[in-house]
T-cell receptor, first 112, second 115 residues
Framework: NAGVTQTPKFQVLKTGQSMTLQCAQD?????MSWYRQDPGMGLRLIHYSVGAGITDQGEVPNGYNVSRSTTEDFPLRLLSAAPSQTSVYFC???????????FGPGTRLTVT | AQSVSQHNHHVILSEAASLELGCNYSYGGTVNLFWYVQYPGQHLQLLLK??????LVKGIKGFEAEFIKSKFSFNLRKPSVQWSDTAEYFCAFFNSGAGSYQLTFGKGTKLSVIP
């Protein structure tokens, strides 16, 4: 199993550009989520999904969109990047809501 | 809103010293509690978890945590730290109250172990 994979590992965007961060898991997990990690702020939940076709907002959803068309994939879209979205983004998945979450390696995004 | 408080931002210890990292959560119902660790340059991985039963939970690498319901606490302990324990530690809890299925993380405690 590859576990949770994320692409790209690094990305630099200009303000106003759009992009999609990719996340995939091969463990047949129903629950997937996106977090951003900022110094001194811990991990904050952006969006999550409890299964294909079902998504919901987390603590900091503004400026981000998600969709879950398959169990395996959970892309995160930035429609119009802002410097405040400079962060490290982690995707995670788990078998159930209360189970251990498996994290991807992260995407370091810089918005100039 | 539910929250997790980690009392120490940065802890510096010498090798062989004992470690205790504090964690308090803000929900009074049934919770699942976790400690995750992030080694430098790596992603988060699970250290240990508490769902129910024995409130003293043992995890990997000699770590343990004690759930004290009356104090809303889930402190992480290790009797003797090693240089390889240098990492950032995150406490997290899950509850499904009010139909919200979220894992809430604390802000993290950075541990530096001096050889």
């Amino acid at each position: 199993n590859a576990g949770v994979t994320q692409t790209p590992k690094f990305q630099v965007l200009k303000t106003g550009q759009s992009m999609t961060l990719q996340c995939a898991q091969d463990m047949n997990h129903e629950y997937m989520s996106w977090y951003r990690q900022d110094p001194g702020m811990g991990l904050r939940l952006i969006h999550y999904s409890v299964g294909a076709g079902i998504t919901d907002q987390g603590e900091v959803p503004n400026g981000y969109n998600v969709s879950r068309s398959t169990t395996e994939d959970f892309p995160l879209r930035l429609l119009s990047a802002a410097p405040s979205q400079t962060s490290v983004y982690f995707c995670a998945s788990s078998y159930g809501l209360r189970d251990e979450q498996y994290f991807g390696p992260g995407t370091r995004l810089t918005v100039t | 809103a539910q929250s997790v408080s980690q009392h120490n931002h940065h802890v510096i210890l010498s090798e062989a010293a004992s470690l205790e990292l504090g964690c308090n959560y803000s929900y009074g119902g049934t919770v699942n509690l976790f400690w995750y660790v992030q080694y430098p340059g790596q992603h988060l991985q699970l250290l240990l978890k508490y769902f129910s039963g024995d409130p003293l939970v043992k995890g990997i690498k000699g770590f343990e945590a004690e759930f004290i319901k009356s104090k809303f606490s889930f402190n992480l302990r290790k009797p003797s730290v090693q240089w390889s324990d240098t990492a950032e530690y995150f406490c997290a809890f899950f509850n499904s109250g009010a139909g919200s299925y979220q894992l809430t993380f604390g802000k993290g405690t950075k541990l530096s172990v001096i050889p």
